[in-house]
């Protein structure tokens, strides 16, 4: 297996403040540079950004304002030591976007979502990322006969089509979920999110981000979805979590609900040589509502903890014993190894 080190990465939004559909905050607010400071005390080594993590507001701020204040993110990122991963749309907040952004009805609000999307190319081009994520949130639908499915792909295409044209250097990373706030979405998995790649004006430059607790929710084994995703190079962000079941999307730390699944996703990131070419593993995981302010960071501390033990436990794990129970269909004593492996024995 390929040894390497990995870097760490997660988003001001992982400091979150508990608030959820049934309920208010449950911590305060945080500052920007606070967040940043504990990134760097926690050692990560990138941050991810919405564009309007970066430049808060974005709708109401001209070019101008755009480029000074994300000339000085970039200067305080620098300060820090730490690198901007992605900057990735927010298409789900203003009101132009509440029946979709790329897949609205409205071709105004389509229109804005285009042009919003290619702000966020501004954005990432400041901050020195090459790298555009889209989580297409509500591109989707309630109801089947709300929306003609056929037409949307097109919608799709069409705008990452136009935001390859808007800067011949990005590259973008879809980032598929089921479900969420949509009753289904219109890109649910790699494979989907691979083949819109296809159709696009430049398909070398459309790969994809795994986060774990979408393939969960899609009924998808994450390490398969891995295996899948790399066998095309294609596996360019990676957002690693733990969600128990098909519920609300829990962005529970990585490994929290299923230990043996987390070790499947290392298992598969280490044999594809996950990193090497400067890929980040990114958190996106939330603290438990239930948090208290001085525990705010463990989420993120425990999730890469997790993570690197797991990283120790797939290099000690005994490929040659496991090929030769693997040769003698022996999937009984196999299933106990992996067990036994884990629990230290
Ligand atoms: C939502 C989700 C987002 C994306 C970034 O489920 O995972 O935070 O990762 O837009
Ligand atoms: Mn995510």
Redesign the pocket.
Known sequence: MAKHNYKFCF?P?NISEGQDPYGPTTRPPQSFDWKLAQLKKLGFDAM?F?DDDAVPDIDSKSDAQLRKETKQLKKKLADAGVAAEMV?P?LWFDPRTIDGGYTSNDPKCRKYAVERSLRCIDVAKYLGTDLI?L?L?REGSYIREAKNARKCVDYLVEAVDAMLAYDKKIRISI?P?PN?PMDHAYVPTIGHALAIAQLTSDPKRVGC?I?S??AILAGLDPADEIDFAMSFGKLWSL?LNDQNGLKF?Q?KPFGSANLRVAFNQVRALERNGYGKNGEYVCF?VHPFRTTKVEHWLAHLDNSRRTFLKLVQKARSFKEKQAQALIKDRNYAALDQMVIEHLLGR
């Open positions: 988003g939004w991810m919405h990735a927010r994520v989580w949130a980032e979920k969420e981000l986060e607790a979408h957002h999307d962005d996106d």
